[in-house]
């Protein structure tokens, strides 16, 4: 099925005329809005702050989910929550919560949430910890559900992390018109939120190609022609087999003078194999009990054990060299 086709589909979104089988447009369909979650953040203040979309990639547990989304979602949700810190690019790993005094800790109301199990069942899971490079603006969120809430974690998306070719139909998901809004009761001084949110799709085909990044987007990353509405940095670009290609990184209008053709109406995506160099401190087990995951390996470990599906099989491809004393990575076709 072609993007195109699949940008069709997405406008049937929970229409009862699509035939629920197996490779169907509603199940794919039905898969994204399952696997693609808005992000929102929670000050100290009680104050629901929009932040973007994220889509999840393994669920090793009925509560738990990692979830890739953009590094500047997570900064712009810092910024939100904590407005007395300063700004700061990031290039190491970011605590959520956890013992390191260092790390970004929030407290039970401060905290980054994604929005799971669709308009029928949704939850909130929190956004535990999250892992990124300096490699990519790709950062792996560690999603968790209340343990008296709903398993509502059930759709996975694939990646093909291989590198894109000029001319793909792709099409960009995310969260349009991404708000929120919350009132305080001062009596019993709990707090009530509104979140409004639709998924959306965005056709286009790639036509620019960027190993080595741009101004505005220093890692590998291509140019599409999607038009993006805010509230969906994060989200994935997938093929017409709802493969991810890429993440939303951002409207290249924003900076004209980056020496790309024609950056009206298009947009920026972070290429997904730069993804597989995180490095987590996690330990995963099978349902035997067996270690799948050791902590301190990279994502393309989780590929090679199967606890994230890659059509691209990037523990394949990716090669690394000490360079100047410092390891650097490589995609070798």
């Known amino acids: ?37 808005p992000i929102v953040a929670i000050a100290g203040d009680g104050g629901w702050h929009a932040i973007g979309t994220c889509f999840v990639v393994a669920i090793p547990e009925p509560k738990k989910a990692f979830a890739l989304t953009a590094v500047h979602n997570l900064e712009y949700a810092k910024k939100c929550i904590r407005r ?24 039970e109301r401060e905290e980054i949430k994604a929005i799971a199990g669709g308009a029928q069942t949704p939850a909130l899971a929190t956004a535990a910890r999250a892992w990124w490079t300096e490699s990519s603006d790709i950062a792996l969120m560690l999603l968790e559900l209340p343990t008296d809430g709903n398993d509502v974690f059930d ?21 349009s018109g991404l708000q929120t809004s919350s009132t305080q009761d001062y009596e019993t001084e709990r707090f009530t939120a509104r979140v409004g949110y639709g998924l959306v799709s965005k056709p286009g085909t790639v036509v620019e190609l960027h190993p080595s990044g741009l101004s505005i987007h220093k890692w590998p990353c291509f140019r599409v ?77 989780w590929v090679r054990q199967g606890v994230i599906q890659d059509r691209g099989e990037a523990h394949m491809h990716i090669r690394s060299a000490l360079v100047a004393g410092s390891e650097r990575f490589w995609w070798e076709s």
Not at 12 to 31: M, N, R, V, Y
Not at 85 to 96: N, S
């Open 1 to 37: 099925m072609s993007a195109f086709e699949l940008t069709c589909a997405a406008r049937w979104f929970g229409s009862d005329h699509l035939e629920q089988k197996p490779g169907s447009p509603a199940e794919l369909i039905a898969t994204l809005a399952r696997a693609v979650l």
């Open 84 to 107: 007395d810190r300063p700004h700061y690019h990031p290039t190491t790993l970011l605590a959520f919560r956890g013992p390191d005094p260092d790390a970004f800790n929030l407290s």
């Open 225 to 301: 022609t999607c038009s993006l509405d805010s509230g969906m940095s994060g989200g994935p670009v997938t093929d017409g087999t709802l493969a991810v290609r890429g993440l939303v990184g951002g409207d290249m209008s924003t900076d004209p003078n980056d020496g790309s053709r024609g950056a009206g109406d298009h947009a920026i995506a972070g290429s997904i194999w730069p993804a597989m160099l995180i490095r987590t401190n996690v330990e995963i087990v099978d349902g035997k009990g067996n270690v799948q995951v050791a902590p301190d390996a990279r994502l393309f470990e």
């Open 155 to 175: 759709a996975v998306l694939r990646l093909d992390s291989r590198p894109v070719h000029e001319g793909l139909e792709v099409a960009a998901f995310g969260y």
